[in-house]
Every structure is written in C-alpha cells, then in structure tokens.
C-alpha cells in the first residue's frame, strides 16, 4: 500500500492504552460518556448504534442510559428508535482483555467489546465484531483522537474523541415491524466522554469496498474560522492521514448545511483529494442527546447516513483512484447547522 501518513508515532503499539475504551468514571456534572457504532451493509443500508450513560445538571448520582438505533435502508426511508433507563450497569470486563466492558440495561441492552444486543421496544439488533480491530492509530496510543498528535499521554478526564475501530468486519441481524434482516458489513466504533457540547463539527464517514475514511473539520464549523480538518483515508492501495496543522496539508472546503453539502479538496505532497458529499435535508435527522439533553445546548447535531460521496485522487496530476458510494455519513454542528436551524424555526 502507498501511504501518506504524516507524522504520526512509529513506537510499539501500547495495547494497556485502549482500556481508554472502557466506562469512565464522571468528572463532574453534566457527564456524557458514548460508544457510537456504525455498520454499513452494502446489501441493505446504514445502522447506527448509540449507547450512553449520563448525568445531568439535575438528576442524582445514578447515571443513567440511553439507547438507539437508526436505520437508512438503501432503498429510501429512515427510522430511528430511542430508549431511556433510570439504570445502567457498568464495568470492566474481563481483566486479560484491555478495552473489555460490559454495559447492561436490564432486559434492554447487553453490550461488550466484542458484540452488540439491543431488545428495544418497536426494534432489535445484534451485532458481532469479529477479528482484530483496525484502530485510527496503530501506533504507539490507538486511544489517542484524531486532532492530536499521536503520543504515549492518557486521555483527558472531561473530554476525549477518538475513534476505536475503521472498518471492523461485522455480523449484523436486525427486525423492526417492516424488516427482518441477517447480514454482515463494515463497522465504524468512535469513543467519548465529555462535561460539554462540542463547539461545533462537520463530519465525514464511509466505508466501500476499497473506501474507507473519517473526515472532521474543527475550524469553521466551531466559529474559529479556517479550515482545520483531521482525519483518516484509505482508497484502493492508498492510504492518506490528516493532521490538524498548517505544514500537514493544504484543505478547502465549502460547507453548506442549509444545501446539506460539503466540497473538499485536500492536497498532501503529491497526492490532491477531492471530495464531493451531498444529501436531500429531508433525509437528515436530529441529534438532541447529549447536546441538548444533557448539556442544554443550543442546538442539536443533523445527521444522515445517506449522503452520496463521490470521491478522486490525484498522484502527481494523474487520476490514480474514483470512488462513488450511495451511502455515507454526513452530519453537521454548531456554527454549520445554525443557519439551518433558524431557517427551519429550530
């Protein structure tokens, strides 16, 4: 695989780091700690998996859960399904394995590492990760997030963002009253604790059959202006790391949540990366857990799984990979979903 991967670490692989993945501990109050998980089937469409444990400003010491699953079949339609609990069970796992944990909801969820069981009222979804993990950092600290260096430094304990897994094959088996699905696909797992609602983001994530990637720009979309992107490529037998600084790589963008679009052209040595996402807004849905619920933030997160993501790389001026997916994430916060939210009365 050619690879242009920048600066990042080249130490041995600390596995004892990915018992980041693990519960937390609250540090304060708001708390909101998350494992998000993603599977794309190509055969039926996108899942998401939200599991959460929280406490607001005004419940008491127990933390509590949240559930949900969404669903964009390939075919068109959306449905997302949400459970709340007054109690959660939380621990560790088995000790040989650094990032195992066990999250329960009684009669609900029963949740590890490794698999996935959600019995919800209207849905149900199991899902079985299988094989090794591939992390955003296989380096020296796989727990460390994307807009930082990779480095041997635990994680913050107020605020953390890192993605677990990149593509992680996954059995999924899925039923609703209109569906019942077995299958497999790609899994995407991000991990997160946080006292606050980010600023702001703009996000984008897919997986293909020689695509995989994970895009955020952290600049304008947070009201500090410029385009600051970091982020993860892989296409074909090329392989592209963003960092967050100005000596990493050249991006443009042209972000646009009221048209619910985002151009991006990102240029790395010899390599230029050209990105086109687009998705119909009435195929977006809103986020309001933690942001709003637990942080009492402003606005919600607008998410679809059903953008179309045309991708080009260029190798010294010469087409080298294309790329057209049907289905990817795109999802947009703060300052880049302000102009939609007053426009729709939000």
């Not at 402003?298 to 998410?303: A, E, G, H, S, Y």
Request: with cysteine; net charge negative.
């Amino acid at each position: 695989m050619t690879a242009m991967v920048s600066k990042a670490g080249s130490a041995t692989f600390n596995e004892s780091a990915l018992g980041a993945y693990r519960p937390r501990l609250p540090a304060g109050r708001p708390w909101a700690d998350y494992w998000y998980c993603y599977i794309n089937d190509p055969a039926v469409g996108f899942f998401k998996i939200a599991f959460l444990s929280y406490l607001g400003e005004r419940t008491d010491e127990q933390q509590r859960a949240y559930l949900h699953i969404a669903f964009f079949p390939l075919g068109g339609g959306f449905r997302e399904y949400d459970f709340h609990a007054d109690r959660v069970s939380l621990d560790a796992g088995e000790d040989d394995c650094p990032y195992s944990f066990r999250f329960e909801v009684a009669g609900r969820a029963v949740i590890t590492e490794s698999r996935i069981e959600l019995t919800l009222p209207e849905a149900s979804l199991v899902a079985t990760l299988q094989g090794a993990h591939d992390h955003y950092w296989n380096g020296c600290n796989p727990a460390t997030g994307p807009f930082t260096p990779e480095s041997n430094s635990a994680p913050a304990d107020a605020s953390h963002w890192s993605i677990f897994t990149m593509g992680t094959q996954s059995d999924c088996e899925f039923r609703d009253a209109q569906n019942e699905h077995r299958g497999s696909g790609m899994a995407d797992i991000e991990r997160g604790w946080s006292s606050a609602a980010a600023l702001g983001f703009t996000n984008l994530v897919a997986t293909g059959d020689r695509v995989r990637l994970m895009l955020v720009e952290g600049g304008k979309s947070a009201g500090r202006g410029g385009d600051v992107w970091a982020g993860k490529i892989d296409i074909g037998d090329h392989s592209l790391r963003l960092l967050p600084q100005p000596d990493d790589h050249r991006a443009t963008s042209e972000i646009d949540a009221a048209q619910g679009t985002v151009l991006l052209v990102v240029e790395q040595g010899p390599y230029r990366l050209e990105f086109r996402s687009i998705a119909e807004l009435a195929d977006f849905y809103y986020q309001i857990k933690p942001s709003q619920t637990v942080f009492d933030g402003q606005l919600p997160v607008m998410k679809t799984m059903k953008a179309a993501l045309d991708i080009a790389l260029f190798l010294d001026g010469i087409v080298v990979e294309r790329a057209a997916l049907p289905q990817s994430i795109l999802e947009f916060a703060g300052v880049s979903y302000r102009f939609v939210g007053q426009e729709r009365g939000q």
